[in-house]
Structure formats: C-alpha cells, structure tokens
C-alpha cells in the first residue's frame, strides 16, 4: 500500500510538471504570435508610411527570433536530460570565440542602452581544443541574461583569466557582472532549474523563457567546469564560471583572408524540393538572390523524376525537404543515390528540414545526404556547406 501511495503521489506530480509545462510552452509561443499578427494589422493600417514598414518588419523579425530561441531552448533542455549532447573535439582559438561573443552582445547593449565593459584578462594559451559551439553558447545565455535583466542607462563587465595551466590543460575563470535587477536569495537557490523565473511578470516585460541558465549549468558541467554565482535583489548578479581545455600545441593558424573568394551561387543548378508554398517562395528568393539556378519539386517523387529526366550532370545542389507527401525526403534521396547513372553518387543533396534533433541528422546521412541544414534556413549556413 506504501509502494502503491508512493507511485501515486509520482504520477501526480508528473501530472502537474506537465500540465505546468504545457501552461507556459503555451504562453510563451502566444505571446510572441500574438504580437507578430497585431503589428501585421497596424503596418495594413500604415501601407504609405514607408519608415513605419520598416519599424514593423523589424519588430516581426525580433518576435519571431525569440520564438526560435525558445524552440531551440526546449530542444537544448530535451537533448541534456536525454544525454543526447554530443560535445566538439576540435582545435579553436579562445579569443575568437569571445571576441564573437562580445561583438552580438555589444549590439545588444547598443539597442537597450547599457554600457559594455571588457576587463582584459590574462590569457597565455588562446588555441585550445574542446567544445567551442558549447562554449560559445554558455557565454551567450549568461551575457544575454545580463543584457535581458539589467536596467536603463545599467551596465555590464565581462573578464575572461587563465588562472593555472600545465603541459596539457589551461584553466579560465570567466567572470560576468551587471547592474540589473538582482536576486531574491531564495530564487538563487533555484535559478538552474528549467523554467525558474523570480515572478510571472518576467514571461512578458524581460521575454525570458527561464531555460537559458539551466542550458548553461548543464553545459558546463558536460565539458568538466563549475558555475557559481553572486547576487542582491536591486543590486545585480556576478556569474563566475571555472572551465578547463585541452592545450592545442599545434595549432592551424589562419591565415587572412585577403585572397577568400567571395561565396556565391552564381551558375549553381539546385533542384529545391519543397511542400510548403511559403517555405518555397522564400528559399527560392534567397537562391535566386545568391545567382543560383532553380528548379522546383513539390515532393521527393516528383524530385526523383526530375532528376531521373535531367541531363547527367545537370543538377549540382538537391535541397530536399524531409516530410512531404507522396514521398518523404529520405525516401528520395535513397532512389536517387540507386539511380544507375553517375551524377546520382556525386550530386550534392542537402535536407533542408524542420527536424532539428541528433537522430534526425543521422537519419539524413544514412539515407545518403550529404549535409542537414534545420529551418529557417540560414544563407550563411547553405553557402558554407554548398562552397565546401
């Protein structure tokens, strides 16, 4: 009878962390929604006002970023608590990495009016080998924070220390501190916790979801490093984070990019297989805006015949959609490799695909992709991969 109470008071809990689950998911999808389809209906009210057109394209652009951040979010948390994160191994260069950093929070910063300080810290070992997509991620949530829950006119001070190394590992303590709204001591207990926010008014006036901290304490931990905090209700917050690396003892310096060609599609032939008419329009306005050829299929089938009936060699690029009718992507891009003809094992076939986790990707490999690009599809992203 104890067992049986005991598995009860389990499934009800579990009950309620979904129910609670489900209550904010739907809050923070509606929310940005809400504010994408409201400020559609005010620029159908001001079409002549050019310079309000714009104001409004880039409040729909800044909504519908924070709804793929949360997306992601959600992503991220399900991955960690599945142990489906697979960390880097490679060679990087640590000033890059915050150089990049402090470059998007510097605009950040820019557009909220707050005052970004970087403390030169010592740093003898800049090439390290390790996890630095990670890495950089850790450094935006705990940044994007500071921006998120400062003040007006507030400020915010980043320094970045190697503080011990031997012949193998370098350690650094990278320290961030803001003037922003603080923390009650009791939320400080619980801030690594998904979903924690201080109140409920934080979901609308900071746009947070209360899974960037969580993200970070778990990525941390992943690559062997320690998070620990500082912090006064109306008197800011201090993060210090403690991360070991791997030494790079030989590393690929790179050279400048004075002879880099510049990335195009110019004379590129892409056969862009798509169901969606809206996700078509716009990938074919990005193609085409790059010099690229377009054929269009609206399903692997009809992928499939176009190519069987091309010339051999015609096509260069295949971006294929992965859930379609009549036929999914894998299901294509498996036909075309069994084609007897030899651009089938050479053409470059890229899924192009709202599927986002691990699995998906290795499922796109094994059908015989090349590449697995996740929507919204990012230019820079398919110019990296089609130059490559």
């Known amino acids: 009878m104890k067992k049986e109470k005991d598995y009860q008071k389990q499934l009800k809990l579990a009950d309620e962390a979904k129910t609670n689950f489900l209550r904010r998911m739907s809050h923070d999808i509606r929310t940005p929604i809400n504010g994408i389809r409201g400020i559609i209906e005010i620029a159908n009210h001001n079409k002549e006002d050019l310079e309000k057109q714009q104001e409004y394209r880039d409040k729909i652009k800044t909504a519908s970023g924070y709804l793929l951040d949360l997306i992601n979010n959600v992503l991220d948390m399900s991955k960690l608590e599945s142990s489906d994160i697979k960390l880097e191994h490679k060679p990087f260069n640590i000033r890059e990495i915050l150089h990049k950093s402090n470059e998007i929070i510097i605009m950040q910063c820019n557009e909220c009016g ?148 510049k990335k195009t599609l110019e004379g590129t032939r892409i056969l862009l297989t798509e169901d969606n008419d809206l996700n078509m329009e716009v990938a074919e306005f990005m193609l085409k805006n790059k010099g690229a050829e377009i054929t269009k299929a609206w399903n692997g089938k009809e992928a499939v015949e176009i190519f069987k009936a091309s010339q051999e060699g015609y096509f260069d690029v295949i971006l294929m959609d992965i859930m379609m009718p009549v036929m999914g992507g894998l299901e294509a891009a498996r036909n075309i490799r069994k084609l007897e003809r030899e651009d089938a094992s050479k053409v470059l076939i890229v899924a192009m695909t709202a599927n986002a986790f691990q699995d998906d990707m290795e499922k796109s490999i094994e059908a015989g992709m090349d590449a697995h690009i996740t929507k919204p599809l990012n230019m820079d992203e398919l110019l990296d991969v089609v130059c490559k």
Request: glycine fraction near 8%; include cysteine.
């Open 114 to 261: 707050i005052t970004y300080n970087i403390e030169e810290g010592r740093i003898d070992h800049s090439y390290l080998i390790g996890s630095p997509l990670h890495f950089q991620q850790v450094l935006m949530n705990i940044a994007g924070n500071a921006v998120k829950y400062n003040r007006e006119n507030g400020s915010i001070f980043v320094r970045c220390t190697e503080i011990s190394s031997d012949d193998k590992m370098a350690e650094f303590e990278l320290v961030c501190r803001d003037t922003g709204i603080g923390m009650s001591e009791d939320f400080q207990k619980r801030i690594f916790e998904p979903f924690s926010q201080e109140n409920e008014n934080a979901r609308t006036k900071y746009a947070g979801t209360g899974l960037g901290m969580a993200i970070a304490k778990e990525l941390i931990e992943l690559q062997g490093g320690s998070i620990e905090l500082k912090s006064k209700e109306g008197d800011g917050t201090e993060f210090k984070i403690k991360i070991s690396f791997e030494i790079d003892h030989l590393p690929v310096r790179k050279k400048n990019n004075q002879n880099k060609e």
